[in-house]
């Protein structure tokens, strides 16, 4: 047992530590929300920058579509507005091709048209803004052109001429269509080195003289190497917002997967014209017409990019838009805000740890005035604190508990000593008692000896007569007396039984058998409901004999008018042990003595009736077997005692 000094020198190390884990714990609950919050928080800026990022992506992707269609929408009404003009419809329903020219020529460089030419209802060129001596060469073959002249109706979009249409109409504009395709990481392969072919954006109306249709206007603007509409589209969204010298916002025209107009720039820091999209890209947008939103390497700069398709008058797809945002733009978003963010988060983390510490240091010193006056009971000096009112409600209800341990503690130390004194005395009663049994037991062993002997030797000699049976019956009870001599001998000394396998129904049936001869059981009614799947238990059969006899003996005694004796056995499955439950319908047993019915030479039996050995007994070898033993009684309705014990 410690000492009081290394009570005391605990103590105090109780006080450094329950400080140190109080700070210690705080500090870490800090650190770990920190972590969590930084971790919470960064994750909660890049989705809510990244979804911003890819919302702005999809919203420029629509505003640039619409812008495109705008425009379309625009040239379509010029050119129906035109082609319903007297001048127009006089010039073509007369086949005046000079003054059809001046006009053609005029509505080309007022409205920035490229090809503005006039149709004759067969589908051949009237004249040409272009190129008046060319004329005469069908163009029926003209998606547009032709649905215009079968229907009479006005159409606008976006179609694809090859390069000897565009070479009729000028060589200017054919220089203009020849685009280099420039191979690109992650494009599809290209077997040819140029794009001959011109993407447009077309316009017709029919030309309607009297309700009879007399020709068509076509005008188209040439989209290849055209950076009007790119550049103007781009200043309307993204001014002229530039990061690192780099444009924020990108805006790029494709004839199917090859830019034929943008403001990309390479790393020469010239137009991307020639470049190709992605393969990836270039299947899910141009092929199966799904828009695509996504983080992608454009050139040579990481974007986040949108793209949608453009399809002609039938339908079929000729070519893509698509709008890029630098993705260093929400790049730069994100470290500002992260940095500002752990800022934040360091000045709250000091802030808690000043505060986390400042009360620790405030709620351990009552705390530590307990651990000193615990110190003092160690050392015997009951003293109860001083409670001030200052303190908190905890705090002080924590003090007045301890005041009450302390007066609880002083008293039960009291107690204790009387306790120790009077079991010091009752301990070398028995030990004397003890020591007189074993004395008495050796001094009874001699006789028994003598009995046991003498009967065997008449036994032999009376063998086949009708003594045989009482001479046989005479020796087992000398064994048996023996045994319970041992028992005085075991009561004074340690003793390890020895256990067998043994059916307890039979051994209760045996045990049973000589007592129902007894005297004492004359006016007895014995009841026996042994349980038929009982298992065989490991026990010392002899000992049993003796528990099973005393228990009987003692219920017998306790129903000196008559009575029911009941011994009842089951097997509890769940726990793997056998029950022995012997019941008595007898005077009971008081509240007060049901304490003390094991301890040795405890007896209410009349003088001379017992020695009050016979449950002490009983008690040790159901513990030796590694069982239990518990009594229940009512005084005046008897008295049940329940044994377990383990099976295997």
Not at 48 to 59: C, D, L, M, T, W
Not at 136 to 160: E, H, M, Q, R
Request: glycine share 6%; aromatic share 8%.
């Amino acid at each position: 047992m410690p000492s009081v000094k290394n009570l005391i020198l605990k103590f105090n190390e109780l006080r450094t530590s329950l400080r140190f884990k109080l700070i210690f714990g705080l500090l870490t609950i800090v650190f770990l929300m920190g972590v969590l919050s930084i971790y919470l928080g960064i994750n909660s800026i890049n989705r809510n920058v990244i979804r911003e990022a890819y919302n702005n992506v999809s919203n420029s992707l629509k505003a640039i579509s619409d812008l495109y269609q705008e425009e379309l929408n625009k040239r379509a009404k010029i050119v129906e507005y035109l082609s319903r003009t007297s001048e127009i419809v006089s010039a073509t329903y007369a086949g005046n091709r000079e003054y059809l020219f001046e006009k053609l020529v005029q509505i080309k460089e007022e409205f920035q048209f490229d090809i503005v030419n006039v149709v004759s209802p067969d589908g051949t060129i009237l004249v040409r803004a272009n190129n008046f001596e060319a004329f005469g060469d069908s163009v029926i073959s003209y998606k547009y052109i032709s649905w215009v002249l079968n229907n009479k109706k006005p159409a606008a979009g976006t179609g694809i001429l090859g390069y000897e249409n565009i070479k009729n109409e000028s060589p200017e504009l054919a220089r203009r269509t020849l685009i280099e395709i420039i191979p690109t990481a992650r494009a599809r392969t290209q077997k040819r080195e140029l794009e001959e072919r011109a993407l447009v954006m077309k316009t017709v109306s029919p030309i309607l003289h009297r309700g009879r249709l007399v020709g068509a206007l076509y005008a188209a603007v040439l989209l290849n190497n055209n950076f009007q509409f790119v550049d103007r589209f781009k200043n309307l969204i993204f001014k002229e917002e530039k990061i690192k010298g780099k444009d924020v916002g990108t805006i790029t025209i494709f004839l199917e997967d090859v830019r034929v107009a943008t403001n990309v720039v390479d790393q020469q820091g010239r137009r991307a014209v020639g470049t190709l999209i992605s393969e990836e890209v270039y299947h899910r947008v141009f092929e199966q017409g799904r828009d695509w939103l996504g983080r992608a390497f454009v050139v040579n700069d990481y974007y986040l990019s949108g793209y949608t398709r453009l399809t002609d008058i039938e339908g079929h797809p000729v070519g893509m838009l698509y709008v890029g945002i630098l993705e260093d733009k929400f790049n730069s978003i994100i470290r500002r805000t992260t940095v500002s963010y752990f800022a934040l988060i360091f000045l709250m983390t000091v802030i808690s740890i000043y505060v986390a510490t400042y009360l620790v240091n405030l709620y351990t010193r009552p705390i530590n005035r307990v651990i000193s006056a615990t110190a003092d009971i160690a050392r015997g000096n009951y003293h109860l604190l001083e409670i001030s009112p200052e303190e908190s409600q905890e705090i002080r209800e924590l003090e007045e508990y301890f005041n009450a341990m302390v007066k609880a503690v002083e008293e039960r130390d009291r107690r204790l000593q009387e306790l120790a004194e009077k079991t010091i005395l009752r301990s070398e009663k028995l030990a004397s008692i003890g020591r007189l049994a074993s004395g008495i037991a050796h001094e009874i062993n001699n006789p028994l000896t003598g009995i046991l002997t003498y009967s065997s030797l008449l036994m032999e000699e009376l063998k086949g007569t009708p003594y045989e049976e009482d001479l046989k019956t005479i020796r087992e009870e000398t064994l048996r007396c023996r045994k319970i001599v041992r028992g005085l001998l075991d009561f004074a000394r340690d003793y390890k039984p020895e256990k067998v396998s043994v059916n307890l129904n039979a051994l209760i049936e045996e045990t049973l058998g000589l007592l129902e001869k007894h005297v004492n059981f004359q006016n007895i009614k014995i009841l026996k409901n042994l349980a038929s799947d009982l298992p065989e238990v490991k026990v010392d059969p002899d000992e049993f004999r003796s528990v099973i006899n005393n228990l009987a003996v003692n219920a017998a005694d306790a129903m000196p008018n008559g009575g029911q004796l009941t011994i009842t056995t089951s097997y509890d499955r769940e726990s793997n042990r056998v029950v022995i439950r012997v019941s008595d319908t007898g005077v009971g047993i008081s509240e007060e003595n049901l304490k003390k019915i094991f301890e040795p030479f405890f007896t209410t039996k009349e003088k001379g009736k017992g020695t009050g050995l016979g449950l002490s007994m009983t008690y040790g070898v159901v513990k030796r077997h590694g069982g239990t033993i518990d009594v229940r009684s009512n005084v005046g309705e008897g008295t049940e005692f329940i044994i377990t014990l383990p099976v295997g």
